[in-house]
C-alpha cells in the first residue's frame, strides 16, 4: 500500500518547540508548514471533509491514558487508551470517528514524548495491575509512523516495563519501522482483519486482507507477538463464505500458537452516525442489515443475527486453533454465552481473562 | 449626515414579447396560482410596475414582477409599463432587489429558497451566502442546509411541486437526490397518493432503500409488489390506515427477523390464555434479558386471583423462548 498524502502541516502555537514537531518538520521540510492558532472552536459542519490531507500538530492538554469508555450495559475488556492523536488518514465507511470528532484534519499530539514519564510513573507506581494500553482507538497505530516515529520512542519505553502490553492496532502494511527495531518484549502488533468485499467496498485506503495477513506473518517470523480484530464484522448475503476465506489465509500463513488475542464485535452506531456516513459514503451498503436500538443506545444487529455470526466465526477459528483468546466486544453476557458457550459475566472477569492471556503468552 | 441611495429607474411602455419569461437569473418564483393575481389586474391594472433590465441581445430581463408579467401574458396583454433600470446596475444587484422585493411582499416555499441559493452562487462565495443569506431566508446557517436546499434544483418538478405544496418534507426529498429518477418519482407519488407524517415518510423512505439495496431490486420493484399494490388498491381501507398498512408490510421486509420473532412471541403469549388484564412485554427488540408483567386490578382479591391463575399455567417457564426458534 502507498504512504498518504500530507499536503500541509498546521503547527498550533505552543508546539512549535515540542520534540514531535521538530521530529516531523524535519520529516517534511518539502510540505508548506504554517503556525496557526488553536481551532477548538471549529464548527461541526466545516469538517464534513475532515481535512484528511493536514497534519495539526497540537501541544495536548488532556490525560494521554485513559481508559477506554467502553459502551454501557455490555461487557468491555478494560483496555486503555494511549491519545497519541485523532483521526486517521484511512477511509473507513463506518468509522466512528466521523461522529465523534468535532475538529477536522489529523490531529497529532506533540508532548506525547515529553509526557512519557507521567505515564510511566502511573504505570509503575500499579505494579500488580497489568495494563493492556493501545493507540489504536482514535487512529491508526501505524498509518502515520513513517511521519511520526511514534514506535521509535514507544517500543523502547513499553518494553522494558513488565507489567503492561502495548498493542500498535493497523489496518495497513507498514511494519518496516517496527521490525527494524530489537524492541518485542511487551509489544503487540494487531490487525483488524475484514472480508475482501468489505475491504474494497467500505475500507478506503487500507492495505488489502492479504497484504494484513503477510505483514502479520512477517511479524510474527521477527518475533513479534501479534492479535487480530475481526470488528466490525458486517452482515451480508453471502458473508458466511467470505469470513471463511479469511481465516483460510490465516491457516496459510499464520502460527496460531503466538496470537494472543482475537477480538469480534459486530457493527454498532450511535443513530447519529448514520447521516453522516450516508453524506460522506452515499454508496456504502453497511446500513442494509437488520439494525435495532441496543441497551446502550446505539443501533445493532439483531441479537439472533450478531449470535450467528459470532457462534459461526469462533467455531471455525477453534477449529484452526483452541487456544486463541477469543473475546467478544461490547457483547451481553447472554450473547456470550449463546455465541462462545461461556461468558466472563462481567467487565472485570473479561479483563482478567485477557491479563491472563498476557501471563501466559508474553512471560516476564 | 448619509446621502440616501436612490434608484434610477425610468417607466418604459414596453412590448410583452420583447420581455424574456423564461424564469431568468433573478427568478424566484415556483408553483404560484396565477389566477387571484389575473383577476385583480383585470379589475385595476397592475399597480406596481414590474421592473426590467436590458440584456446585451436589446431584450428585456424580468428582474422583479415575474408573476405580473406571467399574468398579463395570459391575459393578453401586448404592452406593459414596466420600470427599466440603467443599464449600469449590476446582475448581482438586480438580484438583490428582487430578493428584497420578494421577502418583503411574501412567504417564499423551500424550492424558491433553493432556486435563491443558486443563482446567488453566480456572484458570492459559499461562504457569504451561508453566513449572510440563509438566515435572512429562514434556513439554518450551515453547509449542510446549504447542499440540501441547493439539491432541490436538481428534482424533477412533480416532486418539486410536493416540496413546495409542503406535502414532502425537505429533509425526505434531501434523501431522494441519491435515488435514480424513476425510482424517487416512483416514491413521490406514493407519498403524495396518500397522507404520511414526516416520521412515517422519513422511515418509510430508509426502509425501501435498504431493502432494495440489499435484495438488488429497484425502488419501483418495491412499491409496484403486489404486497404494497394490495394495500394502495384495497377499496374498504381508508388514506391514514393505507398508510399503516403499507409501514407493516414494508416493516417486514425490512426486518424479517425481528418482525418474525415478534410473531412468534405474539403466537406463543396469545397461546397460554393469560387472564384478562395481563399482559407480558418482551425487552425492546428483545435485546435485553429482563420482561415485564403487567396486571391490571381493581381490588386485592381480584389480583390474586390473576396471580394464582397466572401460576398455574404451564406454559409460563417456557415464556422467554417462544421467539427463539427464528
Redesign the interface.
Known sequence: MNQFEIRRVLIERGAENDSLSKRIIEKLHNIPIEIVESNDLA?R??I?EMDKNSLRLIHYKGEFLKPCPGTRRYICCGYQILNVGINCPMECSYCFLQSYVNQPSLRLFTNLEDKLNVIGEFIDNHPDRIFRIGTGEFTDSLSLNYITGWTDFLLPFFSFRKNCILELKTKTSFIKEIINTRYRKRIIVAWSLNTSRIIANEEGKTASLKERIISAQECQKAGFIIAFHFDPLIN??GWENEYEEIIQLLEKYIDPASIIWISIGSFRYMPDLKWRI??RF?GT?I??G?F????DGKQ?Y????RVKMYANLSERLKKWYDNLGIYLCME???VWEQSLGWSPKNSSTLSGYLDNRVRLLMPN | MTEKKLLKSSLVNVTVSDIDLKPGPFCMSFNFNLEPLKASIEKFGVINPPYLLKSPDNHFMVVAGYQRLMAVKELGWHNIVCNTLPDAFSLFNALLFNLNDNLIHRQLNNIEKGMILQRLTRFTSTEDIVTNFMPILGIPSNKHQFELFLGLNELEERIKVSVAMERLPIKVAGLMRNIGKNDRLEINDLFTSLKWSFNQQWETIQWIKEIASREGRSIKDIIDSKDIQGVLQNNTMNKPQKVKAIIKRLKFMRFPSLSHAEKLFNKGISNLSLPLGVKIIPPSFFEGIDYRLEIVFRKGEDLKGKLDNLYNLPELERITDFWKGI
Open positions: 464548527l459542519e466545516d464534513e451480508y448475503p450516508l453524506r452515499p451498503n446500513f442494509n437488520e435495532v436500538t441496543g441497551l445493532r439483531f441479537k439472533p443475527i451481553s453476557d447472554d
